[in-house]
């Protein structure tokens, strides 16, 4: 089974056509090389929060997309509204995956410790937000690529084990 995917690039200067977008194409990338993920949409918007989280609600619910994965807006500047898009919209939280993200960032990085970035779930759903740079985007998605199958399997119900003998 290929999961469905949407990628959505937060960037002002991006969507003003300032700025090449180059964390969407590497998490494009990244999945395809995989082999277990469809592209479905890609998109880049500015950092405006209500636009994000009509993008969100739409490719959750009418799209129904197994995985979104946001790119940009994690960070402390007052036009980085990723989380609390996600959040606005989100059933249920997945803390794990952006505290796995953050700890294993900071082994990198100290400014890991800056990365406000959260998982959710909106139904059958699963929305991460990743930070903006290209570097940092295959670095997170590195980590937690080898497990999102199995997290996305559990969620859709096709697996229900997590424990192992």
Do not use: W
């Not at 960037?11 to 993920?37: T, V, W």
């Not at 990085?109 to 699963?126: D, E, I, N, Q």
């Amino acid at each position: 089974m290929k999961y469905t995917v949407g990628i959505i690039t937060l960037s002002d200067k991006g969507a003003a056509g300032k700025r090449e977008d180059k964390s969407g194409p590497a998490i494009r990338e990244m999945l395809e090389n995989d082999g277990h993920f469809e592209i479905k949409e890609q998109q880049l918007l500015s950092d405006d929060r209500a636009a994000l989280e009509e993008a969100l609600v739409r490719l959750c619910d009418k799209s129904q997309l197994n995985l979104i994965l946001t790119t940009g807006g994690t960070g402390l500047s007052p036009r980085d509204n990723a989380p609390e898009a996600t959040l606005a919209v989100a059933d249920r939280l997945v803390p794990g995956i952006a505290e796995y993200m953050r700890a294993k960032s900071f082994e990198i990085t100290p400014k890991a410790m800056l990365s406000r970035g959260v998982a959710a779930m909106r139904g059958h759903s699963l929305i991460i937000n990743l930070p903006g740079s290209p570097k940092a985007v295959r670095e997170n998605l590195g980590f937690i690529l080898p497990t999102l199958g199995h997290g996305l399997d559990i969620m859709l119900g096709l697996d229900g084990e997590c424990g192992s003998d």
